[in-house]
C-alpha cells in the first residue's frame, strides 16, 4: 500500500514586493490579486480533493493562525502550524515533519508554498503523484520549472543523471544547485536546457528529511526534536515558545537539498508563476487593447502597457507607458514595472517611518513617597 500524502502550505512570508497592497497585518499570502480568492486559498484548492484538508497543513507566523484559519475553514484548527518568530524555512518545515510523523510514520509530503499560482491543476496533482512514489524509495524530490526568461531573482537546478521513468514523467538526479545567478549566466542557462528553476516545492518522507536534518542541521534537530517530544501533551505550547526561539535560522535549500545525497529534480510543466512582485501581477492579469492590466476604475488615456490596480477609488493617468501604479486607501504606489523588484525598499521605508512615528509611552513618575501616618494612641492609665 502506498504511504498517504500530505500537504505543507507555507504561508508565512510578509511579501514586501507587493507593498503597498501587502501590509504586515495582511500580508500578500492572504490577499486576492485575481479575483478567485487568496493566495492561500488557491494553493489549497489546487489540492482539492487530491490531498483532503484533513492532511493538509500550514505553517504561518502565530499572529497569522486565526485568520488562516478563517480562509481555511475545512482545515482542521489543529493543522495551522503558528511560528513565535520567522527562523527560515527549514524549521517551518521540520515543525510540520514532527506532526505528520506523529501522525503517520511512513507519511510523505509535499512542501508548497502560499504565493505561487498553477494554472495546470491536473499536470500538478500528477506531478506530486510522481514526486510522492520516488519520495516513497527514499529520494528528496524537488519539482523543477523550464525557464522561459534569463530570471536572475530565481535559482537555479542543473540536471545530472536520469532516473528510471515513472509513467510519463522522469527525474534527474540533481548536479547542482545555482543561486540567484547574473543576467549573461541565467541567459547560458535558460538556452542550455539542462537546467531548472527551484520552483522551492519539495516532496519527501517526512521521516527521510528529518533524518537529513539530524545529519546536516543537528543543532536545528535537536531543538525540533524537544519540541516533538511535548507533542499532545499539556506543555506542548510552553515548549514550542521556549525552544523556538533559539533555534538556527537557515533554508531549507542551503540546509539541507545542497548538503544531501539523494536529491532529485522533476522537470514539470505545471503553469507557474511566482507571485513575487506587481510586474508579475501584471502579466497574471487580463490586458486591454493597449497592454494595460486594470483592476478597478481607471481614465487612461494614451496609457500602455501598465498596471493599474485600485479597489477603492478611480485612477485617472494621462500619457503613462510601461508603469505600475497601485492606489490603496494607506498608500500610493507609482513605479516603472521594470524597477517591481526594489518596491520592498519602499515597503521597509513605510515600516521604519510608522515605526519611528509611534508615540513613546510616557513612563509615570513614582509618586512621592508621604510620611506614614501613626495611629494615635490613648494614654494607658496607672494602676
Known sequence: MAPKLYALILAGGS???????????MPKQFLDFTGAGSLLQLARQRLHPFIPAARTFVATHTDYRVLAHQQLRKVPAGNILGEPAARGTAAAIGLAALHIRRRDPLGVMAVLTADHLIS??????????????LAADGWLVTLGIAPSRA???????????????????RAYRVARFVEKPARD???????????????????WRAERVLEEMALHMPELHAGLEQIGAALGQAHAARTLAKIWPLLPVETID????????????????IGWSDVGSWDVVYNLLPHDANGNAVSGQHYSPDTRNSLIYSGHRIVATLGLQDMVVVDTPTALLICPRERAQEVKLLAQMATHKRTADKPKKKTAKPAARKPALRAKTKPRKRA
Open 120 to 133: 495546470k491543476k491536473r499536470e500538478f496533482q500528477a506531478a506530486l503523484r510522481t514526486a510522492a512514489q
Open 151 to 169: 530570471e536572475t531573482g530565481y535559482g537555479y537546478i542543473q540536471r545530472g543523471a536520469a532516473l528510471p521513468a515513472r509513467g510519463a514523467q
Open 254 to 269: 542551503y540546509g539541507v537539498m545542497e548538503k544531501a545525497a539523494r536529491v532529485a529534480v522533476l522537470p514539470v510543466e
Open 185 to 203: 549566466t541565467a541567459a547560458k542557462y535558460a538556452a542550455s536546457g539542462a537546467y531548472s528553476w527551484n520552483s522551492g516545492m519539495f516532496i
Open 15 to 25: 511579501g514586501t514586493r507587493l507593498w503597498p497592497r501587502s501590509q504586515p497585518h
